[in-house]
C-alpha cells in the first residue's frame, strides 16, 4: 500500500537576526532567538509518499535520486513522523526547487519546510503550524521558521517542545530584497561547522548574544513601526556581527569573495545617494539587499552596470507553507 502526500510548498526565508550556535546539536536547540522573512522567489515544493514495496528510503530533487548524504536530514524528519504515527514504510520523497538558475542559494530552510508538512500530510497526522514548525527544526533550524509568510521569530526555548518559531508581521508593507548572487565556488564551511567553532573558540560569543537579545527587540518594534531604516540598520548589524564572530573563530574562516566586497560597496554608495537601503550575508558569498519594494527595481537597473542580469533577483514578502491542489 502507498500513503502519498499531495504536493506541500514552503518558501525560502533570509534571517534579519540571524540565528548561529546551537544549544543543542541532537535537537537543533538554538543560542539564541532568530527573526527572519519569508520570500516569494524561491520555494520548494515537496511530494511523500510511504511505501511498503520500498526497502530504503529514497530522495529524488528536481527528478535525480539524491546519494545517502543527502538524505540524512530528511531522515530525521521521516522517522519523527513514522513514529509519531506508528508507520514502518520507507519512503520516496519528491522535490522540487524554484531557485533561479544558478543562484547558488541554500534551500535547506524552504526544503525542509515543506518535507516536514508533506511527510505528516503523507502519514494522515494533522498538525497546528507550531508542530509543524517544531517538526521542520529538528531537519533544519531554519526551516522551523519558513512555515509562516512574512516575518517569524523563533523563539529558542528551553526544550523540544518549546523552541519554534511564532508568526511576528504579515510585511505587507513596502518592504522587498533583492539578491547579487555570487558564486565564487569555493568550498564552504558548512553551517553546522561553522556554527559548531565559532561556539567553541569565538572570544566574542558571549557579546553575539547579549547583543542579539537587544537586536531583537530593537526590531521587533522597528518592524511594528514599519521602520524600513531601522529594520535594515538592525538586520545589517547582525548579519555584520555573525560574520565578525566567524573572523574571531580558531581556525578563522569567512564566507566573503571578492565580488561580494563590490556587492557590500554598492550598498553603501546607494546609501549615500539617499536611498534607505541595507545588506544581509549568510553561510556564504551571495549579499542580499534590504530595503523598499518600490524602489528595488530602480536598484536592480543600477546594478546591471556592475552585474550581469542572471545574478540578480528581486523577492518579495511570502506567503507560508501551503498544500497544493491538483
Ligand atoms: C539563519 N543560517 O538564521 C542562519 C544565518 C545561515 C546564516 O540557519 O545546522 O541550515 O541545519 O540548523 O538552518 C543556515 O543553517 O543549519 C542558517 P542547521 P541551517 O538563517
Redesign the pocket.
Given at each position: 500500500m502507498i500513503k502519498q502526500s499531495k504536493w506541500v510548498r514552503a518558501h525560502t526565508n533570509?534571517?534579519f537576526i540571524?540565528?548561529?550556535g546551537?544549544e543543542n546539536e541532537e535537537l537543533?536547540l538554538p543560542k539564541n532567538n532568530?527573526l527572519?522573512l519569508t520570500l516569494d522567489a524561491f520555494y520548494t515544493d515537496t511530494q511523500v509518499s510511504f511505501d511498503e514495496d520500498l526497502n530504503k528510503d529514497i530522495l529524488f530533487i528536481d527528478g535525480e535520486e539524491q546519494d545517502e548524504k543527502a538524505l540524512n536530514?530528511a531522515q530525521v524528519i521521516l522517522d519523527l513522523v513514522r513514529e509519531e504515527a506508528d508507520i514502518h514504510d520507507f519512503a520516496r520523497i519528491d522535490s522540487k526547487n524554484h531557485v533561479p538558475t544558478a543562484a547558488g542559494l541554500?534551500s535547506?530552510?524552504s526544503g525542509l519546510a515543506a518535507l516536514a508538512g508533506a511527510a505528516s500530510l503523507a502519514a494522515g497526522l494533522d498538525l497546528s503550524k507550531e508542530e509543524l514548525s517544531r517538526l521542520a527544526r529538528r531537519?533544519?533550524?531554519?526551516?522551523s521558521r519558513s512555515i509562516y509568510g512574512g516575518f517569524a521569530e523563533w523563539e529558542k526555548g528551553t526544550s523540544d517542545s518549546n523552541s519554534v518559531a511564532i508568526p511576528i508581521d504579515k510585511a505587507d508593507w513596502d518592504i522587498g530584497m533583492l539578491f547579487i548572487i555570487v558564486d565564487d565556488g569555493k568550498k564552504d564551511v558548512s553551517?553546522?561547522e561553522g556554527?559548531r567553532r565559532v561556539v567553541e573558540t569565538s572570544p566574542y560569543y558571549e557579546g553575539w548574544i547579549s547583543s542579539a537579545t537587544e537586536d531583537l527587540a530593537a526590531i521587533k518594534s522597528a518592524i511594528k513601526k514599519q521602520d524600513i531604516v531601522e529594520v535594515g540598520e538592525i538586520a545589517e548589524r547582525s548579519a555584520l556581527k555573525?560574520h565578525a564572530l566567524n573572523l574571531s573563530a580558531n581556525p578563522p574562516f569567512n564566507y566573503w569573495s571578492p565580488e561580494s566586497i563590490v556587492a557590500m560597496r554598492k550598498v553603501e554608495e546607494f546609501r549615500n545617494q539617499g536611498y534607505s537601503v541595507y545588506l544581509t550575508m549568510?553561510?556564504g558569498p551571495n549579499v542580499k539587499l534590504i530595503g523598499k519594494a518600490s524602489q528595488m527595481d530602480e536598484l536592480y537597473q543600477a546594478l546591471l552596470e556592475t552585474f550581469r542580469k542572471e545574478q540578480l533577483v528581486i523577492a518579495k514578502p511570502g506567503p507560508g507553507i501551503q498544500i497544493l491542489e491538483d
Open positions: 533570509i534571517a540571524k540565528y548561529w546551537k537543533i532568530s527572519s536530514k541554500a535547506s530552510a531537519g533544519s533550524g531554519s526551516a553551517s553546522t556554527m555573525m549568510d553561510a
